[in-house]
């Protein structure tokens, strides 16, 4: 069970498709709901989804800068390398 009081990292995946998405959220099932119910506009055209990776963290800055770190170039060399 995902504790409500910290912070996740989460990368998602089109079952369709190579897509993928990196978010941050206090509420992991209800970010993953939104998105498999094409609430977000970045991630609406390539649902569903299904999580690939997930990281806990203690709060919402240090998830904030976690998730601007993975869509960096050195961020999506460090997903691919260590975390899928």
Do not use: I
């Given at each position: 069970m995902?504790?409500?009081?910290m912070w996740?990292?989460?990368i998602i995946?089109?079952?369709n498709n190579n897509y993928r998405y990196i978010g941050s959220t206090n509420d992991l099932n209800r970010r993953i709901a939104e998105h498999n119910k094409g609430l977000c506009?970045?991630?609406?055209s390539y649902k569903p989804f299904k999580i690939i990776a997930c990281i806990a963290v203690k709060d919402k800055d240090t998830a904030v800068k976690?998730?601007?770190y993975l869509?960096?170039?050195s961020g999506i060399a460090?997903?691919?390398k260590r975390l899928l």
């Open positions: 995902v504790n409500q009081h996740n990292v989460y995946k089109s079952t506009p970045a991630t609406k976690l998730e601007r869509k960096t170039g460090f997903v691919n």
